[in-house]
């Protein structure tokens, strides 16, 4: 099974600022890759597939890098919604597995 | 664009088993996988297993092999994701989510299963 490690577990930063995640898959899952976004009490959302591709109404402050074996989640600049936690999800041999997290939180 | 409406909570006793609905609605119901992801409480997701609806064939996570099964019922839309042997450490919102590519979009609105005696 492929494991998904992420850091950093907590990242706090101040609204307006870059907040980078980076999500690394213990072997390539090419470019299957997918990021989401989840809030208390909500289903997760859809923000990047495959890699570097934003999702249906997602802000273009959202972007996905990488391939293989390294991924990164960027978000420009912090809006007051984006505090949540993160997840990456890879997808191998028709199974699926997720990150354990990253929590945005304000500083 | 497809919604899916999960069934409400249960509380379920030790070494039962547990069965939840996610209907779909708004869309083509056969051009997505279904899959059904659990969160523990404080914890992150865990995929466990998902199911192609128009061909009928699932496949599982390791974990939950042999204690679950996907299915789905192509005439009303519905997939369901039962779990037997439920013991405490399954005590979790589950969600079931649809797919096309990579890529899970949408979800249903999860379903809280308390294991408890």
């Known amino acids: 099974e492929i494991v998904l490690t992420q850091s950093p577990a907590t990242l706090s930063l101040s609204p307006g600022e870059r907040a980078t995640l980076s999500c690394r898959a213990s072997?390539?899952?090419?470019?299957?890759l997918a990021w989401y976004q989840q809030k208390p009490g909500q289903a997760p959302r859809l923000l990047i597939y495959d890699a570097s591709n934003r999702a249906t109404g997602i802000p273009a402050r959202f972007s996905g890098s990488g391939s293989g074996t390294d991924f990164t989640l960027t978000i420009s600049s912090l809006e007051p919604e984006d505090f949540a936690v993160y997840y990456c999800q890879q997808r191998s041999n028709w199974r699926w597995t997720f990150g354990q997290g990253t929590k945005v939180e304000i500083k | 664009q497809v919604q899916l409406v999960q069934s409400g909570a249960e509380v379920k006793k030790p070494g039962s088993s547990v069965k939840v609905s996610c209907k779909a609605s708004g869309g083509t119901f056969s051009s997505y996988t279904i899959s059904w992801v659990r969160q523990a409480p404080g914890q992150g997701l865990e995929w466990m297993g998902r199911?192609?609806?128009?061909?009928?064939?699932?496949n599982y996570a390791q974990k939950f092999q042999g204690r679950v099964t996907i299915t789905a019922d192509k005439s009303t839309s519905t997939a369901y994701m039962e779990l037997s042997s439920l013991r405490s450490e399954d005590t979790a919102v589950y969600y079931c989510?649809?797919?096309?590519?990579?890529?899970?979009?949408?979800w249903g609105q999860g379903t809280l299963v308390t294991v408890s005696s």
């Open positions: 199911i192609i609806p128009i061909l009928g064939i699932a």
């Open positions: 989510a649809g797919s096309i590519t990579m890529g899970f979009d949408p």
């Open positions: 072997q390539s899952v090419s470019s299957y």
